[in-house]
């Protein structure tokens, strides 16, 4: 260890496990090494996670880098990135750990490898506090999309709280660039659609009761628009242990892209489980802003990266969003601005820095 590290405090603001993922994100596309202290220190039990860990170890992996004190419980790593590469990798959470907060760090690293990149991952693909795998797939994606990326892959096993075993598998072709995007209009609602899920011990009746709650109460409130929720039972062999929840989507006539969504317990209560993802669709929808609320400090890498000016109008910007700006801006020169608009809605703006992936010339002879 060289003692050159950019130094991060992994107890600022949310104080959490994003600030890992983007600092290791960020150190492998630009090649700077970092040391991430007071890891988690916001969090009840703080330090690395078994889902941490591993994202961890596979951003380590596609940059061929060395790190340090990547251990359970740790709460200081040492990253030095090396270059990043294309091919396969893996990472099993051996939880129920999020593969969604898996991705969340590779894949800002793959879009810029100089050769396509599949993932193999497994854990929890419908976790709580985290995306649910169906969130990332179609929120997230659609997001990166204007940014001129997009990946592909399968959901072949989903896996939930406490057991995790999900498994998914995702392409990821490199860019040479991430364009920057300007969404300041939202729009009117144009379609709803949406899953409610169980699997398991659970009932069928109990997703469709679900989907049909969800249903009622979203035709009420934009009458005239296509809502399809449907209710599903995972097949036994596309699913590991108990689990039950709902993913809603809205797309505007802009196309912009909400996503809300709930999680089960261990008794379901097919009612509360309804109430709250709707809840969090219309919430994020009535806001204002062209993205949710949870989008937003996702989307905050792929800004700083970007090539050129970025604007994104959201709702009040989250605690994970203020920590995402300070992380971008601490390791690159990226720089936000948010501006409050007389209806509440707030504009981030960025001007990017134009990342370029490194190619891989054929060799000379
Ligand atoms: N319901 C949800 N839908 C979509 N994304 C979500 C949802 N809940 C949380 N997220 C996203 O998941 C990420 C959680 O980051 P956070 O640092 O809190 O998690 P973590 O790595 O599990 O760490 P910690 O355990 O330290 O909280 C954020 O990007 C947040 O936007």
Same mark, same amino acid.
């Given at each position: 260890m060289s003692g050159k590290e950019v130094d991060i405090d992994g =107890? #600022?603001?949310?104080? /959490? /496990?994003q600030i890992l993922r983007l600092a290791v994100s960020l150190s492998a596309i630009q090649q700077i090494p970092i040391r991430v202290n007071n890891?988690? $220190?916001?969090?009840?039990?703080?330090g690395l996670r078994p889902q941490h860990l591993k994202g961890l170890e596979v951003a380590r992996d596609i940059c061929g880098g060395k790190l340090w +004190?990547?251990?359970?419980? =740790?709460?200081e790593i040492v990253f030095h990135p090396g270059h990043l590469l294309g091919g396969e990798f893996s990472a099993d959470t051996?939880? $129920? +750990?999020s593969v969604s907060l898996l991705i969340q760090v590779i894949l800002p690293c793959a879009l810029f490898s100089p050769s396509p990149v599949q993932l193999i991952l497994r854990g929890g693909?419908? $976790?709580?506090?985290a995306p649910q795998i169906d969130y990332t797939v179609t929120v997230f994606k659609g997001v990166l999309e204007k940014f001129g990326a997009t990946f592909d892959g399968s959901i072949d096993k989903r896996g939930y709280f406490p057991r995790g075993g999900g498994l998914v598998r995702m392409n990821i072709n490199p860019v040479s660039h991430l364009q920057p995007v300007n969404l300041v209009d939202a729009g009117h609602v144009t379609r709803v659609w949406g899953r409610a899920f169980v699997a398991g011990s659970f009932n069928i009746q109990d997703a469709n009761k679900m989907a049909q709650l969800c249903q009622n109460q979203i035709q009420s409130t934009f009458e005239g628009i296509p809502v399809v929720i449907s209710g599903y039972k995972e097949h036994p062999q596309q699913a590991v242990g108990n689990g039950s929840g709902i993913n809603l989507f809205a797309e505007t006539s802009t196309g912009c892209i909400y996503g809300g969504s709930a999680l089960g317990k261990r008794h379901l209560n097919t009612q509360e489980v309804s109430a709250q993802a709707v809840s969090d669709l219309l919430g994020a929808i009535k806001c /204002?802003?062209? #993205?949710?609320s949870y989008i937003q400090d996702q989307m905050i890498i792929l800004m700083a990266l970007a090539d050129g000016m970025s604007r994104i109008k959201c709702g009040p910007l989250t605690l994970h969003t203020k920590t995402a700006i300070y992380i971008a801006e601490k390791l690159s020169k990226a720089r936000f601005h948010v501006e409050e608009c007389p209806d509440g809605t707030n504009l981030i703006s960025c001007e990017g820095i134009g990342m370029k992936a490194v190619s891989c010339s054929p060799m000379d002879f």
């Open positions: =107890s #600022v603001l949310e104080g /959490g /496990g890891i988690r $220190a916001g969090r009840d039990k703080p +004190g990547c251990s359970l419980q =740790s709460t051996q939880t $129920a +750990g693909t419908n $976790a709580d506090m /204002g802003g062209c #993205v949710d």
